[in-house]
């Protein structure tokens, strides 16, 4: 069965790369992560990280031209490479790999929040920055250009919540679970992507082009290296959603205290 889930994991992978969903090591990672996955809580885990996966892609896809503006300011661009697979997908193939040893509820909640986080985050940011009005900055107290880590929109936050809650209705129901686990989960998931801004405005690494001197995540800018102006070296955007996932994982699972 597990030789199945390989294929299968693989197989989407591959399909990922081809319709640049997916760089090529993003496409080794997601067949990892979703082999791990499935290895603990089987084609249930795979359907929700399923869901996950192509709901991003659309969502990233979804009108694509008017999103190229933020390019300057994001590191990269729509494909996901392997730092970004795991920072999303890695804490749940923990639990996918703990559940396989030590079968308990609690992974099962753990994993399912942290999806519930991820698919949040990405909603927020892919969504968000179609936001009509400019987002608010929660620590700088003023409004800043779509895209700004540490920002939000009153737009960004519903596709936020309905990110988790998409993921935490389908969880519950495949894997006939509690209404009150499916609130743990879809709060936890919104709690991760929360806390995801909350520490992309304020410990996530930042740069200016010397150059044109626009703000951004690049470590290179006009053909030139930019700047770090703020946060922790290291800090980017990747650390900061495998933290903030973690985190999500963790609220969800505070339904067990
Ligand atoms: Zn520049």
Redesign the pocket.
Known sequence: MILLYFLLSGITGFIGFKVNALTKGGAIAATIVGTAIAYGFEWRGLLLLGIFFLSSTIWSKYKARKKEAIG?IVEKGSARDQYQVIANGGAAAFAGIMMAFFPSNWWLVFFLSVLAASNSDTWASELGVLSKRPPFHIKKRQFVPPGTSGAVSLFGLIASFLGALLIGSVGALVFDVSLAILLFVTLGGFIGCLFDTLIGASLQEEFR?Q????K?ERHE??Q?ATLRIKGFSGLNNDVVNFISSIIGGLSGGIWFL
């Open positions: 300057d082009c150059i044109c001197g626009i951004t800018h006009c030139t």
